[in-house]
């Protein structure tokens, strides 16, 4: 009995899955149920439809943009750096053999 109960819930949630029109509200949702804090729930909701409006992405794609940039960022310093420890290096070893 326990089988068909598990295996029609999971065909209604197949189903039913398109019915849930954003999952925004989850977070804050879990931020209620965790803390009981409703006002930082409801600022949590607010800030993101924010983010959404201004910049038509979730605020976890915003986050996730900026740190993709930022490696970028790094990754270009430290090959500059790279280079030119390098040819410090070569300059030091000249200075040697002379």
Known sequence: M??????????ILLFLNGCVQ??????PAFTVASTGDVYTAGLQY???KVVKKKTG???MEVI???LKGRKKINKDFINLVKKHVEKNNKLLNKKDIN
């Open 57 to 59: 992405k979730e605020p």
């Open 22 to 27: 954003s999952t925004a509200f989850l977070g």
């Open 2 to 11: 326990k089988t068909k109960e598990i295996g029609f819930f999971l065909l």
């Open 46 to 48: 607010g800030a993101g």
């Open 64 to 66: 996730s943009d900026k």
